[in-house]
């Protein structure tokens, strides 16, 4: 009785999970605008050049950073996989690069840089820009789209992020993620000749 509850459990769970790598990116239309929303987890690989699968490398220090509280002036480049799904070996949908650079004197406080590169399903190579304020001490970030190439030319939106799982010993997290764009792909840009 009890092998057949657990094995019925894994099957329910087996089928949303599959449910939710299916759908990790949903549009709606609303009128002459697409809204479009995204889910999905960002891995973090931060323990440093000693780790073979490092994603993350510090790339500047200012002349204060090594005594400031809040690594002021120090600047990460970063090329995180993006899985629709929390396992990091499940199936890549996407990468996030860019660069966060520590920009508080008070509080830690990450200026983001980040670029959201699709590399699966029907927007495939598609991008969005995402560009602001994080204050690391928030348990629900939220930083503005700031636009978007192909599929998402025009895009504008926000996204929120929380912190899925930390492990400091490997410096290892995983972030997940809801980005909400508007696009109006049939928006007249440029009717000269
Ligand atoms: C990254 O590599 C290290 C060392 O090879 C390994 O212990 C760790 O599990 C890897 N991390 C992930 C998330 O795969
Ligand atoms: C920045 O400073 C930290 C702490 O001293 C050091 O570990 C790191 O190597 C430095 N990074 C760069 C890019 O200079
Ligand atoms: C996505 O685009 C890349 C580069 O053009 C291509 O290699 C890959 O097969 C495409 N994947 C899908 C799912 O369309
Ligand atoms: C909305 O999305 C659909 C499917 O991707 C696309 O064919 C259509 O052109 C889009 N419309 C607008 C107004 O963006």
């Given at each position: 009785?009890?092998?057949?509850?657990?094995?019925?459990?894994?099957?329910?769970?087996?089928?949303?999970?599959?449910?939710?790598?299916?759908?990790?990116?949903?549009?709606?239309?609303?009128?002459?605008?697409?809204?479009?929303?995204?889910?999905?987890?960002?891995h973090?690989?931060?323990g440093?050049?000693?780790?073979?699968?490092?994603?993350?490398?510090?790339?500047?220090?200012?002349?204060?950073?090594s005594?400031?509280?809040?690594?002021?002036?120090?600047?990460?480049?970063?090329?995180?996989?993006?899985?629709?799904?929390?396992d990091?070996?499940?199936?890549?949908?996407?990468?996030?690069?860019?660069?966060?650079?520590?920009?508080?004197l008070?509080?830690?406080?990450?200026?983001?840089?980040?670029?959201?590169?699709?590399t699966?399903?029907?927007f495939?190579?598609?991008?969005?820009?995402?560009?602001?304020?994080?204050?690391?001490?928030?348990?629900?970030?939220?930083?503005?789209?700031?636009?978007?190439?192909?599929?998402?030319?025009?895009?504008?939106?926000?996204?929120?992020?929380?912190?899925?799982?930390?492990?400091?010993?490997?410096?290892?997290?995983v972030?997940?993620?809801?980005?909400?764009?508007?696009?109006?792909?049939?928006e007249?840009?440029?009717?000269?000749?």
């Amino acid at each position: 009785m009890k092998n057949i509850t657990i094995g019925l459990m894994l099957r329910i769970s087996c089928l949303l999970a599959a449910a939710a790598a299916s759908s990790w990116v949903q549009t709606i239309t609303k009128g002459n605008k697409n809204i479009t929303k995204f889910h999905f987890y960002v891995h973090n690989l931060d323990g440093g050049p000693k780790f073979p699968n490092t994603t993350v490398y510090g790339v500047a220090n200012a002349s204060i950073t090594s005594t400031s509280p809040t690594n002021f002036g120090h600047i990460d480049v970063f090329d995180d996989r993006v899985t629709a799904e929390a396992d990091i070996n499940s199936e890549q949908v996407a990468r996030v690069q860019g660069t966060a650079a520590y920009a508080g004197l008070q509080a830690f406080v990450i200026a983001l840089n980040m670029n959201f590169y699709i590399t699966s399903g029907e927007f495939n190579r598609s991008t969005l820009g995402m560009a602001g304020h994080i204050t690391a001490a928030d348990l629900l970030r939220e930083v503005p789209m700031i636009g978007g190439t192909g599929a998402f030319r025009l895009a504008r939106g926000y996204a929120d992020s929380s912190i899925y799982s930390i492990d400091l010993a490997t410096g290892y997290s995983v972030l997940e993620y809801k980005i909400y764009v508007i696009a109006h792909s049939d928006e007249v840009v440029w009717t000269g000749a």
